[in-house]
């Protein structure tokens, strides 16, 4: 199933280092996500955009942007990268103006920064 | 903002038993309570949700119970098997926000 695609699937850089990550949804959906899962597990939420337009911008460092060149595709690129960036990041998807609240995930990036 | 609990953070069971994840959350504005699966390597997939105006919504072997009053809701899981371990995620949104608030996690374990 691919309908939540990312690439790439794992990412090993040394710090300093500018990455990106790319995300790509076929289902539709007006609104995607990035999350971050750290070491521990715990899934936090980065940013989220509805029809190509910011709408969650968490705490987060400013040497990551996101961009959303159309609804289907959401990057996220990472400046400078530092040891504590290394975690698994994971696209999602929803279609929220139908008032549908599911999200699907994409298979995740793992990220390793060495 | 949100803050999602979840509890117990392990869980070990014997195949066949029932398994409870417990989770609270903090806004009562939330109205949407989703829980995730994720086996070791994989994406988080959605197992069951649950909307603010439902009590309770089975699904098969998994079930889940919400409370507003006392801003909980628990997935119960029965006759529970082998495939069912994997760490199961609880989360809630609210209505002024779109993404999800997720807790800790638990990490399942079926015992054959």
């Known amino acids: 199933d691919t309908a939540v695609s990312q690439t790439p699937k794992y990412l090993v850089t040394q710090m300093g280092n500018d990455k990106s990550i790319k995300c790509e949804q076929n289902l539709g959906h007006d609104t995607m996500y990035w999350y971050k899962q750290d070491s521990k597990k715990f899934l936090k939420i980065m940013f989220s955009?509805?029809?190509?337009?910011?709408?969650i911008n968490e705490t987060v460092p400013n040497r990551f942007s996101p961009k959303s060149p159309d609804k289907a595709h959401l990057n996220l690129h990472i400046n400078s990268l530092e040891l504590g960036d290394s975690a698994v990041y994971f696209c999602?998807?929803?279609?929220?103006?139908?008032?549908?609240?599911?999200?699907?995930f994409g298979p995740g990036t793992r990220l390793t920064v060495l | 903002g949100e803050n999602v609990e979840q509890h117990p953070s392990t869980l070990s069971v014997q195949e066949g038993d029932s398994a409870v994840i417990k989770c609270t959350y903090s806004?009562?504005?939330?109205?949407?309570f989703p829980w995730y699966k994720q086996e070791l390597g994989k994406r988080p997939q959605l197992i069951i949700d649950i909307r603010s105006n439902v009590g309770e919504k089975k699904d098969q072997r998994i079930a889940v119970t919400l409370n507003k009053t006392a801003k909980h809701f628990s997935l119960h899981i029965t006759e529970t098997q082998p495939e069912d371990s994997a760490v199961y995620f609880c989360?809630?949104?609210?209505?002024?926000?779109?993404?999800?608030?997720f807790g800790s996690g638990t990490r399942l374990q079926v015992q054959p």
């Open positions: 999602a998807s929803s279609w929220a103006s139908g008032g549908a609240d599911t999200q699907y």
């Open positions: 989360a809630a949104r609210d209505t002024g926000r779109r993404a999800l608030t």
């Open positions: 955009y509805n029809n190509k337009e910011l709408i």
């Open positions: 806004d009562s504005a939330s109205n949407y």
